[in-house]
């Protein structure tokens, strides 16, 4: 399966501005959709936002949509998560995975081992 490798997170204020990279291994990547997932320990993986396999749709959750921007480069095997206007609620682990359609949000796997994002007041 598709292995992938987020970086990125980091410690910001409610307000700034991180960016998120996925990296993934093997050429199956291009024929695949990508997403972005968090996590809060305890609780369930929640959707972030969802982009087709080459890169023409987009899919977001209502509480990011205008803030956060989804984006791959097929060429790098690399997905990216702009996220801007940080809150607090934003806080989480971010994870990457793959899947046979954008749409399909409870249907993506080959998760990764996340990066850390935290948001302070």
């Known amino acids: 399966q598709v292995q992938l490798v987020e970086s990125g997170g980091g410690l910001v204020q409610a307000g700034g501005s991180l960016r998120l990279s996925c990296a993934a291994s093997g050429r199956a990547f291009n024929y695949l959709a990508m997403g972005w997932f968090r996590r809060t320990p305890g609780k369930e993986r929640e959707f972030v936002a969802t982009i087709n396999w080459n890169g023409d749709s987009t899919y977001y959750a209502d509480f990011v949509k205008g803030r956060f921007t989804i984006s791959r480069d097929n060429a790098k095997n690399t997905v990216y998560l702009q996220m801007n206007s ?13 899947g046979n359609s954008y749409r399909s949000t409870s249907n993506f796997g080959s998760w990764g081992q996340g990066t850390q994002v935290t948001v302070s007041s």
Do not use: H, R, S
């Open 86 to 98: 940080l809150k607090p609620e934003d806080t989480a682990v971010y994870y990457c995975a793959a």
